[in-house]
């Protein structure tokens, strides 16, 4: 099972929205790292948004979806997002 990112939020009730709309047509969507940013905005920034996440075979019914709302789903080819230690990120900031 491939992952697609779908799109990127910077809050948890902006993600839920689009979520909510995906699911009603039937798409399985899930939301990765709402938690953590939900906990504190300020991880936003180190852990680049929160993700909407679609399984690969959905792709084309969630374009039709979107572009009801003059939405597109991301460029980004990536499967998952990646994860970057804190501890990494941390120190390139201060160098």
């Known amino acids: 099972m491939a992952l697609l990112l779908v799109k990127t939020f910077n809050t948890p009730h902006e ?38 996440m ?13 572009a009801q709302d003059g939405e597109q789903i991301s460029d980004s080819k990536s499967k998952a997002p990646k994860k970057r230690s804190f501890l990494r990120w941390i120190t390139s900031v201060f160098r």
């Open 54 to 66: 679609i399984q690969e075979e959905d792709k084309a019914l969630a374009i039709e979806v979107l």
């Open 15 to 52: 993600a839920h929205l689009f979520k909510f709309k995906l699911e009603a047509v039937g798409i399985q969507c899930f939301l990765h790292d709402e938690n953590l940013i939900g906990l504190d905005p300020l991880y936003n920034i180190a852990l680049g948004g929160i993700k909407l």
